[in-house]
């Protein structure tokens, strides 16, 4: 037993060695355009899921998902949010191709997080993607917001959705 667990250390110790050096002699890609592995995809958004998670303990949503304020969190949306996460038919065109990892095109895929964590997101960005903070450059309340109309995005009221879809 003590064979195994020795051979099983040293054999990790050797790929970590081995992906360290490929690492720091450059045989990684960083470039913004590749394509994201699906493992890496995935990893990287269980990941996410879990620490937004965990910052939300606690928060709650002084806003109430009504016509007014879905309306609102959609138009703080389309004029700060919209460039990198796309419309409804309008992807970014930066965002779909040029960021690593890709923007999410919350019109095509509504985010699966609940508001409060997506406050914490859009308040403190996400490091190593190219979320930035919001954080003294929009009201708390607006953050909620935005928070609440995309929670709230696949349940839409008739005259918020009228709104989301037309185009502009």
């Known amino acids: ?25 450059g045989y990684f890609p960083v470039n913004a355009v590749a394509t994201p592995p699906r493992l890496e995809v995935t990893l990287n958004q269980s990941i996410l899921q879990a620490s937004l998670s965990n910052q939300a303990k606690g928060l709650t949503n002084p806003l109430q998902p009504n ?4 309306l609102a969190g959609m138009k703080v949306f389309k004029m700060n949010c919209a460039g990198c996460h796309g419309q409804p038919g309008k992807p970014s ?24 964590e997506m406050f914490v997101a859009i308040k403190y960005g996400i490091r190593y993607s190219g979320m930035g903070a919001w954080d003294g450059m929009m009201p ?5 917001k935005v928070a609440t109309f995309l929670e709230h995005m696949n349940s839409l009221p008739p005259q918020v959705q009228a709104n989301w879809s037309a185009a502009e």
């Open 93 to 116: 065109s930066w965002g779909t191709k040029g960021f690593y990892p890709r923007v999410p095109q919350f019109a095509d895929d509504p985010p699966p997080l609940a508001a409060a």
């Open 1 to 25: 037993m003590k064979n195994v667990l020795l051979a099983a250390l040293l054999l990790v110790s050797i790929v970590a060695l081995i992906l360290g050096s490929a690492a720091r002699f």
């Open 67 to 70: 016509s007014d304020v879905l």
């Open 140 to 144: 708390d309340e607006d953050i909620w």
